[in-house]
Structures are given as C-alpha cells and as structure tokens.
C-alpha cells in the first residue's frame, strides 16, 4: 500500500513551489504496484484502505478530544460536483458527532459583509479537542470573488486597485492568520479536490439523468463552469500562494471519488496521529479519589468489585 511519504511527494504543495495543475492528474488512480490492477480490485482496494483510515481516524479523535488542547480545522475546496460533500459524508461517518462541526458557506450576509473577510470564518473555527470542517472557506474570497471581481463592488471596502497587489494581501492574510490559528493549536489541513472538466460534465449529465439526482443540478453550477479557465489559474495562484509550512495545499485527485476518500481520510488519520497525543493519564491522588468516589457508590471498603 501506498504509504504517507509518497501521498506527501505526490499530492502535497511544498510552500514557495510554483504549482502547476496540468501537472496534477485529476484521474489518478494509483500508480507503481497498482498499474496491474483492475478497476475494481483498485476501488477494493482503495475502500479497504478508507475503513482502516476510518478506524484510526476514530481512535485519534478520541485523543483529539480526551486531550482538549488541538483542535483540528479541514478546508475543503473544489470546482462543483467534485465531490466535497460526499468526501464530508465518508470521512466523518466514523466519527463521534459530538467531536466534529462542519459548515457551509454560501454569499456572504449583510451582516457578514459588514465586517472584514475573516470574521464570519473566525466565528466559526472548532473549540480545542474538535474536528471543524469547513465546506468552502475564506478561500472563496480568492476564488469566486476573483472570478468575478464585480462581487467585490458590494463589500463596502476602503477605495484602491483590485490588482495583483490587492490579492497577494489577501493571501498575506490568509497566511498570517493560518499562522497564528497553527500556534495556537490548531492544526489546518486543507483540501483542494482536483476534477477534471470533462468529469464534471458527466456528473452534471447524471444529475439531469437519474430522477434522484435531479435535486442536486443547479443552473448556477452550470454558469460557473462557463468560466472553469478562470477557476483553474485563480486556484493555482492560491496553491503557489497559500501553501505554507505550517498550513500545506493537498491537491487531491477527484476523477475518482473512492481515490479521492481514501486519500483525504488518510492524509487527515495520519497527521492527527503525528499531534504524537496520549489518552489522559491519571495521578496517584486522583486515583485515590476514585476509589473513594466509588466506596462511596457501593459502601464496599476494600473498593472491589460486587457483583450486583
Ligand atoms: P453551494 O455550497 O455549492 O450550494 O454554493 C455556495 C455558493 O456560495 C457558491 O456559488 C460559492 O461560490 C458562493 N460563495 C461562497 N463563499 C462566497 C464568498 N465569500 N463570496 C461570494 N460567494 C461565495
Ligand atoms: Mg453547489
């Protein structure tokens, strides 16, 4: 199997490296030992790998909890139908709920716009022990609003230059204030899911086709993908900009939604587990108190167990 140094060489943005997406192959499917496979001994393979993430995704989120010092915060961003939802649904479907948060965000309220880009995401980051999710992100405010700079016109900044000035500030924000999140404790993995155009046709076109999809087709969708080239030079100058040591890109291949979930699922068991964190031990004096909270239970002196 596929072991976490090579999913880093493969599909982890070293910070300062000058990205370039037509490098990233959206329909990866393994490569080395895996060429030999068919498609559906490697989709075997990658659902087994997924449940051995799941299950020590779940052990280190107990840890994560049990700790309450870190906290974990996923950014997950992608072109439509890449499949963000459907990677939140199976990545967190062994987890804890208790332990986990995720939110979505959409255009700004007033009220959000009212404030500077960073506050609504800010009232949203996970509390120390918990794993937030974010589906889209202040990334957004260096995607959609690039796309389509005429949103800026509505969020009531101070008057300058839209330039290549205003956006390498934003990124210098979004890196300062990933730095002062990873100091305190919060370790960011973040996400862009890599698809294809020509898949995201297909998945638009089953969801016009298949009765119970027809829910998920938006005509807006459709509009966006009118500017995919605008898309794909806005997200590659947020990877070559915004990958940092203290807060890397993960460009994962999206062709392949059961490569795309292992993948994330096991990039993210793996660097909670690296946190090095151990279950909470007791001292000799709390335990103490135990005993004698349970004496106190059971009115048994020597403190063993009765059977009841
Ligand atoms: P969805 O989550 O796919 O239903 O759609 C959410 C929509 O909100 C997408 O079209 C995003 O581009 C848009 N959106 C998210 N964040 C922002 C933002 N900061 N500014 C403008 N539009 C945004
Ligand atoms: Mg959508």
């Excluded at 068991?269 to 005993?291: V, W």
Aim: proline share 4%; with cysteine.
């Amino acid at each position: 199997m596929m072991t976490f140094k090579d999913a880093e060489r493969l599909f982890r943005v070293r910070p300062g490296s000058r990205v370039r997406l037509k490098d990233h192959d959206p329909s990866w499917a393994g490569g080395g030992e895996f060429k030999e496979l068919r498609s559906d001994e490697l989709k075997a393979r990658a659902k087994s790998f997924l449940a051995k993430s799941l299950a020590e995704l779940a052990e280190a989120q107990e840890r994560l909890y049990a700790n309450d010092v870190y906290s974990v915060l996923i950014v997950l961003q992608a072109m439509d139908a890449a499949g963000k939802d459907g990677t939140i649904k199976h990545v967190m479907s062994g987890i804890n709920p208790q332990g986990c948060q995720v939110f979505s965000f959409k255009k700004p309220s007033d009220e959000e716009l009212d404030h500077n880009f960073l506050w609504r995401y800010t009232r949203a980051l996970p509390e120390r022990g918990r794993i937030g999710i974010f589906n889209r992100s202040y990334y957004e405010d260096v995607l959609v609003v690039r796309v389509h700079p005429q949103i800026l016109e509505h969020c009531k900044l101070p008057p300058g230059k839209r330039g290549q000035t205003f956006w390498q500030e934003r990124f210098d924000d979004i890196n300062r204030f990933e730095r002062h999140l990873e100091r305190n404790g919060t370790l960011i993995l973040k996400f862009f899911l890599n698809l294809s155009k020509k898949e995201q046709k297909q998945r638009f076109v089953e969801r016009l086709d298949n009765p119970d999809k027809n829910w998920k087709f938006s005509l807006a969708d459709l509009k966006e993908r009118e500017h995919w080239g605008a898309y794909q030079d806005a997200f590659q100058e947020m990877l070559r900009h915004t990958s940092t040591k203290w807060a890397p890109w993960w460009v994962i291949p999206a062709d392949h939604k059961w490569v795309t979930r292992a993948l994330v699922s096991g990039v993210i068991a793996h660097r909670i587990d690296d946190l090095g964190l151990k279950r909470p031990t007791i001292t000799a004096e709390q335990k103490k108190a135990l005993a004698g909270a349970r004496q106190q239970l059971t009115g048994d002196k020597n403190g063993a167990r009765r059977r009841e």
